[in-house]
């Protein structure tokens, strides 16, 4: 991982703005629902690995009614902006946002109930030592959900996805399904589940090229600059053949802790 942001305040604007206040993924909160549909949340302690700008850390306090929520992210103004967040709904007796470094997690062993990240294991190159670490820090029966984006084989990229992923300029570390499997099992995890979300994902992207190369184009560029948006439109459209072949595609993860 770079010193560079990734996520700077224009980015973090964009992306707020084309999926809703808070957060730098696809979905809202009725996408997170589904990555932890049948995950008891209520009275629990979370840990958010990769918590951006923080509306799925308030989320899981305010409406699934979490005991306490612990949000990590590396990257300084996303923390800043989440921290805002999280003052602003009252929270700051129940969620925490910690700044950390790449590596091992500042925690003991054994101190969360639940586990759970949304696109940031992208970032994160090995999928080994994560599965370790998310391992170490469940408590026995503990449940790790999260949601990623994985591309459908471990060779080599595809041009269209080389061209995608140069695009993006986001350092993507992506893997696939039988990798994230395969290190899950490795670190213990069991009853260790893959959702492919590709399908759902497609059909999304292509309704965000829309919007941006729309009738709204202009608002978009009057808002975030004619030349950031170009080159979101420029991303979002070598998106789309990815996805249509399979060869990006997000999915939900899940594995438990044994007791
Ligand atoms: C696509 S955003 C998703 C943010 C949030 N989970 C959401 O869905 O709105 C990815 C986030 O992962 C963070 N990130 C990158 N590398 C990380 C790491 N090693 N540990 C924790 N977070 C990381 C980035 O700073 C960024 O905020």
């Known amino acids: 991982m770079s010193e560079e942001i990734l996520y700077d305040d224009q980015a973090v604007g964009f992306l707020e703005e084309l999926w809703g206040e808070g ?8 996408e997170v629902a589904k990555v932890v549909q049948g995950v008891e949340l209520k009275g ?8 951006g700008s923080g509306a799925i850390a308030v989320l899981f306090a ?16 996303v923390c800043e902006v989440a921290r805002r967040r999280v003052a602003k709904a009252g929270l700051e007796g ?21 586990v ?36 459908n084989h471990d060779g080599e990229m ?9 695009m993006e300029d986001l350092e993507f570390q992506m ?31 292509a309704a965000e090229l829309a919007e941006l190369t729309g009738p709204n184009r202009s608002g978009w560029a009057e808002r975030h600059g004619e030349e950031f948006i170009a080159h979101q439109i420029e991303i979002w459209s070598a998106m789309q053949p990815v996805l249509k072949s399979g060869e990006h595609c997000p999915h939900h993860i899940r594995g438990r802790k044994p007791e």
């Open 23 to 30: 957060f730098l993924s696809p979905g809202g909160p009725e």
């Open 44 to 51: 629990k302690k979370i840990l958010d690995i990769g918590c």
């Open 62 to 77: 305010k409406v699934f009614e979490a005991a306490k929520v612990v949000g990590i992210d590396v990257e300084a103004p």
């Open 94 to 114: 129940t969620v925490e946002i910690i700044q950390v470094t790449p590596g091992p997690m500042p925690f003991d062993d054994e101190v969360f109930d639940v």
């Open 116 to 151: 759970f990240s949304k696109d940031s294991i992208i970032h994160i190159p090995d999928k080994v030592s994560l599965a370790a670490e998310v391992f170490r820090v469940l408590k026995p029966g503990g449940m790790f959900a999260a949601s990623d984006w994985l591309t």
């Open 158 to 166: 595809s041009p269209e996805m080389a061209h995608y992923v140069k």
């Open 175 to 205: 893997a696939s399904p039988a990798k994230y499997r395969s290190a899950m099992e490795a670190a213990g995890f069991e009853q260790v589940e893959l959702v492919d979300r590709n399908p759902w994902y497609s059909e999304v992207s």
